[in-house]
């Protein structure tokens, strides 16, 4: 582009001039034009190459999946299907099996646990239990009685079992944390 500039400047004839001139362009128009069909051909190149990459990972890709029927086919004509059926037969009916013993079990379980001595039992244990801590109980606690509306004279005699159970009261929580 720079010779261009430079030969029109320069003093001559105008036919010679615009001769060379005229060729000079052309071929800076030629190689224009080749530089771009040059990156249009790069571009298609990678296109091609990008198409070839992708078709080798879908013949990988076949491969692989053809791999994998033949293991399949492999595995299934190793395993027996009736066999398999026996099998998940044989299992169904002991799991019910089982369930029909723990149903057992657990009424028996129920039986043996559930009776109407054993609440007994524990009352009488609580009862020992609440005697030796020195507390006596029926359905109430005896002593224990909270006052209400009561005369003066049963007032003063709650107040002295408080001061009584008050002082009562550690060796209780001694007792009980022995335990």
Do not use: C, H
């Not at 299934?76 to 723990?102: C, G, L, P, Y």
């Not at 239990?129 to 007032?155: H, R, S, Y």
């Not at 107040?159 to 008050?166: F, I, T, V």
């Amino acid at each position: 582009m720079l010779e261009i500039k430079q030969r029109a400047k320069q003093p001559g004839v105008n036919g010679v001039n615009d001769s060379a001139l005229k060729a000079m362009a052309k071929n800076l128009v030629q190689v224009r034009n080749q530089r771009g069909k040059m990156y249009q051909t790069k571009a298609n190149l990678g296109a091609v190459g990008m198409q070839a990459t992708s078709m080798a990972s879908q013949v990988a890709a076949a491969s692989a999946m053809g791999s994998v029927t033949n293991a399949m086919a492999s595995a299934n004509k190793a395993v027996d299907s009736k066999e398999i059926a026996k099998i998940m037969n044989e299992f169904t009916r002991q799991n019910e099996v089982m369930q029909v013993r723990e149903e057992m079990m657990d009424d028996a379980l129920a039986d043996a646990f559930d009776s109407e001595g054993m609440e007994e039992e524990a009352d009488e244990v609580t009862g020992q239990v609440l005697a030796e801590l020195g507390i006596e109980m029926d359905q109430k606690l005896v002593g224990l009685d909270a006052p209400q509306n009561l005369p003066e004279e049963e007032v003063e005699t709650s107040k002295e079992e408080e001061e009584a159970l008050m002082d009562a009261l550690p060796d209780l929580k001694a007792r009980l944390n022995a335990l």
